[in-house]
């Protein structure tokens, strides 16, 4: 029996695991991956406070989980396929059929890159396509690219390309970025990256070795071009990891945990934090207060309850 069960291993899971452990709450920490979650595959952090040079994300997910087990969290690696609850008991079940009980839950399982869904996506994933340029940038030294998308993550990735590529091209379906003042100077800045405005792709065309060339179409115009590259860097939003709930807690419209205040969800003992919640703003800094937020509560919950 644990006090607490966290899911998901990123900054906001890993925060709570130290807020819980600290506390001296039997604590045990659920990854599908690795402790870090999105952030290992973040190349350079420079907007998380305390670190004035920056820091890897590989680095910085090191550290968060040096410092939770420094304090008795347990952390194992498993993907969970079942939550049930029996007279206030949670029971967790996995992919192996190994079973935990707890008090109280925190879901901080994140998101996922939402797809595209036109033609050749599927087809090139992993031969081209990709979703992560920290992960597969240096595989293409020298070549034309394209990066779909306009906010932080698209342009961030986007100027991370331009040390391997010989032109990235941002394609995005608006006339002007959504991404932050100093990433798009950065991008405006930058010779290798070519801006693509008021388009969308369509296609997605290759051979045997892979991704030849991106289709798109101006939505003002309706003219359709299509630009030899190499490969797609795809940045069109993400998806809340909360199909595994099944009907436990109330989500919003588009599939994001509602919470309250203090985390809460609308089932008692369980709460959300990070990316996986209903919020505004997506980014690490909020997902640690976040996770240090929902640790509290659960602490107070058990207080409260048993």
Not at 31 to 56: A, I, L, R
Request: charged share 25%.
């Amino acid at each position: 029996m644990y006090d607490t069960i966290i899911i998901g291993g990123g900054p906001a899971g890993l925060t709570a695991g130290l807020y819980t452990s600290r506390a001296r709450l039997k604590s045990l920490l659920i990854e599908k991956g690795f402790p870090g979650g999105q952030v290992m595959t973040t190349e350079w952090v420079e907007n998380y406070p305390g670190f004035d040079e920056g820091v890897s994300g590989a680095e910085l997910s090191r550290k968060m989980e040096k410092q939770a087990t420094r304090f008795g969290l347990e952390i194992t690696q498993g993907s969970v396929i079942d939550i049930s609850i029996d007279d206030n008991i949670k029971k967790i079940t996995l992919e192996d059929n190994n079973e935990y009980e707890t008090k109280t839950i925190i879901l901080a399982t994140g998101s996922n890159p939402r797809l595209l869904k036109i033609e050749g996506e599927d087809t090139y994933r992993g031969r081209g396509v990709s979703y992560c340029a920290t992960c597969d940038g240096a595989f293409f030294k020298d070549e034309q690219l394209a990066v779909i998308g306009g906010g932080d993550s698209a342009v961030e990735e986007g100027l991370f390309l331009t040390r391997f590529a010989e032109t990235v091209y941002i394609i995005h379906r608006r006339d002007r970025l959504r991404a932050t003042k100093i990433l798009q100077e950065r991008a405006f800045a930058n010779p290798k990256i070519k801006l693509v405005w008021d388009s969308v792709p369509e296609k997605i065309a290759g051979d045997d070795s892979g991704v030849q060339s991106l289709h798109i179409k101006n939505v003002k115009t309706g003219e359709q071009s299509r630009l030899d590259i190499r490969g797609v860097f795809i940045y069109a939003g993400y998806n809340p990891n909360t199909g595994f709930l099944k009907g436990l807690v109330s989500l919003n419209e588009n599939n994001y945990i509602i919470t309250g205040e203090n985390m809460s969800t609308s089932t008692p003992g369980i709460f959300a934090a990070g990316d996986v919640r209903e919020k505004s703003l997506k980014q690490i800094a909020t997902a640690v207060g976040d996770g240090a937020t929902a640790g509290v509560a659960a602490e107070k919950y058990i207080e409260e309850n048993f």
